[in-house]
């Protein structure tokens, strides 16, 4: 049995690394593919961070433990909205931004993991919700247009 619970998703955007990170750290830029919901911090090692609905109801938050422009981000997450997520504790996120081969093509892997097995926050919530996500974030990226989160509802 594992000691940790882990989802890990990689996806090509045919981007920059410039652009990319934009899309993870800018509130305006991340609120077109999430459905409203935007990211809020400063962006340095120590810094908090939290993840906002239109309303500007906190949805989760945590603390920024790496961050290196335009390469990598490593949040301490704690999930904020829903009680029985939120009782599960501290989880980590890494956001990995690699060049490719063809220096058009960018790799994000997302790796978001929490130090307890069969976490419901990371099998129920994020693996759910990443897939999701990061296929809009890729659309805006690539035509402009993120994706309607109802065709996967």
């Known amino acids: 049995m594992a000691d940790k ?17 934009e899309a993870l750290t800018r509130p305006e830029f991340m609120r077109e593919y ?9 962006w ?9 609905f239109s309303d500007g109801e906190v949805a989760d938050g945590g603390e920024v433990i790496e961050c290196e422009r335009p390469h990598r981000i490593v949040l301490k997450w704690r999930h ?3 009680p029985e997520f939120k009782a599960e504790g501290d989880s980590f996120c890494t956001f990995e931004i690699n060049p490719t081969k063809d220096k ?21 919530g994020v693996s759910k919700g990443w ?21 996967f509802e």
């Open 104 to 124: 058009a093509v960018i790799m994000l892997e997302v790796t978001h993991e929490m130090n307890r097995p069969n976490s419901r926050f990371i099998v129920e």
């Open 131 to 151: 897939p999701m996500i990061l296929s809009s974030l890729k659309s805006f990226l690539e035509t402009g247009k993120p994706l309607e989160f109802s065709i």
């Open 44 to 52: 340095k090692k120590g810094a908090p961070w939290k993840l906002v």
């Open 80 to 82: 904020e909205f829903r």
């Open 34 to 42: 999430w459905k409203g919901m935007g990211i809020e911090s400063e």
């Open 5 to 21: 619970s882990t989802f890990v998703y990689v996806t090509l955007i045919r981007t920059t690394p410039e652009k990319l990170w």
